[in-house]
């Protein structure tokens, strides 16, 4: 059987290519004449998945109390359905003690008008891990199928002599359907729940119509593929490493689809 859903990366940069103090090919920190965002190689990245080596970095005692920014590269989402964002940050311990704090993720379709995208980042325990409770953070509608999309963080510094916060393995992947159909839409929905999410070993999809569902890895491998009748469906996954998994469901009716993570 042939996947019906296609995947790629739009963006992907564990940070060990570039010579520190420099940040990674199309990164840039603003204001460019302070120190801000720079490379460095202590406290690598060690969470589940991490590339450990560099990552990117902004220190208190580094950089005068204001406002500082991290510009993405842009990528094309043209044509896809589905974009998320996902990055492993480590929040020491004293980042927050004086003020200091990481404000908004925000993107933009043209480079002047910018939309706050919600996420939850990590709180200050010197610990990395995935931001956004280790799920992917989904792109609002509005970024889709478009030129160019630039993302930016803003973090906000007090100076003192204390406290970092760092970000690695920056990575946006994108989903779309190769029959043609575009029409996706997120879980959870009336139409389509998924529980429990986060699971172990097996889950549960609920879904209104018959359909098939697939599988697949975070590489893009699909790794079931299956017809399904309306009702609650019941997902093996007890062979699988622990992990994050792409849920798609398309309706053999309407050719509607779902996508969960």
Same mark, same amino acid.
């Given at each position: 059987?042939?996947?019906?859903?296609?995947?790629?990366?739009?963006?992907?940069?564990?940070?060990?290519?570039?010579?520190?103090?420099?940040?990674?090919?199309?990164? @840039?920190?603003?204001?460019?004449?302070?120190?801000?965002?720079?490379?460095?190689?202590?406290?690598?990245?060690?969470? @589940?998945?991490?590339?450990?080596?560099?990552?990117?970095?902004?220190?208190?005692?580094?950089?005068?109390?204001?406002?500082?920014?991290?510009?993405?590269?842009?990528?094309?989402?043209?044509?896809?359905?589905?974009?998320?964002?996902?990055?492993?940050?480590?929040?020491?311990?004293?980042?927050?003690?004086?003020?200091?704090?990481?404000?908004?993720?925000?993107?933009?379709?043209?480079?002047?008008?910018?939309?706050?995208?919600?996420? @939850?980042?990590?709180?200050?325990?010197?610990?990395?891990?995935?931001?956004?409770?280790?799920?992917?953070?989904?792109?609002?509608?509005?970024?889709?199928?478009?030129?160019?999309?630039?993302?930016?963080? #803003?973090?906000?510094?007090? #100076? #003192?002599?204390?406290?970092?916060?760092?970000?690695?393995?920056?990575?946006?992947?994108?989903?779309?359907?190769?029959s043609g159909t575009f029409t996706t839409s997120l879980s959870n929905s009336s139409e389509f729940k998924v529980f429990p999410n986060p699971s172990i070993e097996n889950f549960f999809f609920q879904t209104n119509s018959n359909g098939t569902f697939e599988l697949l890895n975070m590489e893009g491998r699909s790794l079931m593929l299956s017809e399904c009748k309306a009702g609650n469906v019941f997902v093996n996954t007890a062979d699988l490493p622990k992990g994050m998994?792409?849920?798609?469901?398309?309706?053999?009716?309407?050719?509607?689809?779902?996508?969960?993570?």
């Amino acid at each position: 059987n042939k996947s019906f859903a296609q995947w790629s990366n739009l963006l992907s940069e564990n940070v060990d290519g570039c010579s520190i103090p420099a940040l990674p090919s199309g990164f @840039t920190s603003y204001p460019a004449a302070t120190v801000g965002f720079e490379t460095d190689s202590t406290n690598a990245s060690d969470c @589940t998945n991490a590339s450990g080596g560099k990552n990117i970095v902004i220190r208190n005692v580094n950089s005068s109390t204001g406002d500082y920014i991290l510009y993405f590269p842009a990528f094309s989402t043209l044509g896809k359905s589905v974009v998320s964002l996902s990055w492993n940050s480590r929040v020491s311990t004293h980042f927050m003690d004086l003020g200091s704090s990481v404000n908004s993720l925000e993107y933009s379709t043209d480079g002047a008008n910018w939309t706050v995208v919600s996420y @939850t980042e990590n709180g200050p325990t010197s610990a990395w891990a995935q931001v956004n409770n280790a799920s992917t953070i989904d792109l609002p509608s509005g970024a889709l199928d478009k030129d160019s999309v630039k993302l930016r963080l #803003n973090v906000h510094i007090v #100076n #003192n002599t204390d406290g970092t916060y760092r970000m690695d393995d920056i990575l946006v992947t994108a989903y779309h359907d190769n029959s043609g159909t575009f029409t996706t839409s997120l879980s959870n929905s009336s139409e389509f729940k998924v529980f429990p999410n986060p699971s172990i070993e097996n889950f549960f999809f609920q879904t209104n119509s018959n359909g098939t569902f697939e599988l697949l890895n975070m590489e893009g491998r699909s790794l079931m593929l299956s017809e399904c009748k309306a009702g609650n469906v019941f997902v093996n996954t007890a062979d699988l490493p622990k992990g994050m998994y792409i849920l798609h469901f398309r309706e053999s009716s309407s050719g509607k689809q779902f996508t969960a993570k």
